[in-house]
């Protein structure tokens, strides 16, 4: 089955810095990576996702980058501010509509 | 809206009741998925159903009973449960045809006695 790592896991930065995740894949096949922002008590909720026939994707602070020949996908985060501080996961999916393989999640801390 | 509602927001059982976790969604998504949610780790996926059928099962032990009584409405009924079964149970959709982009809800948060 499909194996998604993610580092780090844990990354503080300054407030205003960039923050950047990494995760790979072991599945060829899989080609749509979503990433996830979940705070403390809540359920995941999906802050930008890419699909295999894209290599970046942007969303005003927020990038996705994709790699299919390193199968490795980044997020990028500019500017950042208090309110990102959250565990933020990467996910590979093989085919729609299947479950999500998930990273193990990065604690990101926005220091003031 | 991309909203999914899920009752209760806790829940305290003890090895011997039954209880059942309830999931609603109103987005005409056709794929409802069950996902457990340990202490710092990332979800891990249960259950999934699509067109209210089951089509995945991740080899989950039998004490979790999953049903879809229609296409809004996923329940997961929960009987003679271990304590090692305290997580964090969320709920996702997404619609079938495009298929990959899913909604997570809230959670229920269940400790087991």
């Known amino acids: 089955g499909e194996n998604v790592e993610q580092h780090p896991s844990t990354l503080s930065v300054q407030e205003g810095d960039s923050a950047v995740i990494k995760c790979t894949y072991s599945d060829s096949a899989s080609n749509y990576f979503p990433w996830y922002k979940q705070e403390l008590g809540k359920g995941p909720q999906l802050i930008i996702d890419?699909?295999?026939?894209?290599g970046e994707k942007k969303d005003q602070r927020i990038a996705v980058t994709l790699n299919k020949t390193a199968k490795h996908f980044s997020l990028h985060i500019t500017e950042t501010q208090p309110e990102d501080s959250a565990v933020y996961f990467c996910a590979a999916s093989i085919r729609g509509a299947d479950g999500l393989t998930f990273g193990k999640g990065t604690h990101l801390i926005i220091q003031p | 809206d991309t909203e999914v509602t899920q009752t209760p927001k806790h829940l305290v059982m003890g090895m011997t009741n039954k209880k059942s976790l309830k999931c609603e969604q109103h987005?005409?998504?056709?794929?409802m998925y069950w996902y457990k949610q340990k202490a710092k780790k990332p979800p891990e996926l249960m259950f999934v159903y699509s067109y209210e059928k089951l089509s995945i099962n991740e080899s989950v032990p039998s004490r979790f009973s999953p049903e879809c009584p229609n296409s809004s409405l996923l329940n997961l009924h929960l009987h003679a449960l271990q304590p090692e079964d305290s997580a964090l149970y969320l709920c996702?959709?997404?619609?079938?045809?495009?298929?990959?982009?899913?909604?997570f809800g809230p959670g229920t948060r269940l400790l087991v006695l």
């Open positions: 890419i699909r295999s026939n894209v």
């Open positions: 987005m005409g998504h056709r794929a």
């Open positions: 996702a959709s997404s619609q079938v045809a495009s298929g990959e982009t899913q909604y």
